[in-house]
């Protein structure tokens, strides 16, 4: 899945969870979410890499990531 796919995913998640009413869900959704939103802006004001980095910023284990 691309990141633009993922981020719309987390969106749905968010959505489905407020529409549960499932506030704990809902919260832990949007936390995900925001700290995903983060590492993007953190990813992308780094300069770029030549090591074979596929440009993917949402993907967990990345270099630079938590």
Known sequence: MSAAGRAVA???????AIKARDG???EAAMRAHIEAAQRVRALRAQPARADGYDGDLLWPG???SR
Not at 10 to 16: F, G, I, P, R, S
């Open 10 to 16: 987390e969106h749905a998640e968010v959505l489905d």
């Open 24 to 26: 704990k869900r809902a």
């Open 62 to 64: 990345l270099p630079g």
